[in-house]
């Protein structure tokens, strides 16, 4: 494929995401998470947490909308900030190399992973030693799959949502018993999971095809 098919295919995949998928998704996942945060610190008026691979920020955006506590959120990804913006937003975002986050032990009170460890299962157990080690909780936002069909739609979903951003997508994902081990193999425990979030309900057809059971939000400490 040329430079500008590829360039083509990336900008009209950007397009149909946001506009089927991401606006939507971002908005459950944020009430989702919001709930969760606000009932693990119902007494503190205010919590550090860090959204790690976050992204546009738009999930931790929304977040601070909805959450009943007022999150100071600092947020990294591998990727460099646009150097013509001037939003405010980016104030917060810190490049960082994938592995080692640049943070102090115990700078925060929650650290997130939305999305992301499915994406590098080989350092998954690095990036949660790195997280527990600045962090008191972590919450793990991914997937779960139960054989070839949902390993296999699962793939093409990450390939339309991340192809445009060069994301290598996985070939397997978590089953249940492989999550428990990589939180028990950290020292970590599961405080709370939720399986199955409806995120394509508004979407016909694709809404029977994609289980909710297939996404998973988890506490851990």
Partial sequence: MSKEAKGFVKSNLKTVHHSLSHTNRVAILATEISDILGNVAPAKKSVKALDIG???????????????????????DIFDP???????????????????????????????????????????GDLL????????????????????????????MDWVGN????????????????????????GLQIESIKVGINLYGHLPIIRNILSPKWQFIALLK
């Fill in 82 to 124: 646009p150097t013509d913006s001037e939003d405010e937003k980016w104030q917060k975002y810190k490049k960082f190399n994938g592995q080692d986050i640049p943070f102090e032990n115990e700078s925060f009170d929650f650290a997130m992973f939305c999305d992301v460890l499915h994406h590098d299962q080989k350092n998954a």
């Fill in 163 to 186: 192809y445009a951003y060069d994301v290598a997508i996985p070939k397997r994902y978590y089953s249940e018993s492989l999550f428990d081990d990589l939180v028990k193999q950290q």
């Fill in 54 to 76: 976050c992204g546009d920020m738009r999930l931790t955006e929304l977040i601070d909308d909805k959450a009943a506590i007022d999150i100071n959120w600092k947020c990294i």
């Fill in 129 to 156: 030693a790195e997280a527990k080690r600045v962090s008191k909780y972590i919450l793990i936002k991914d997937h779960f799959e139960y054989g070839f069909f949902s390993r296999t739609t699962l793939r093409a």
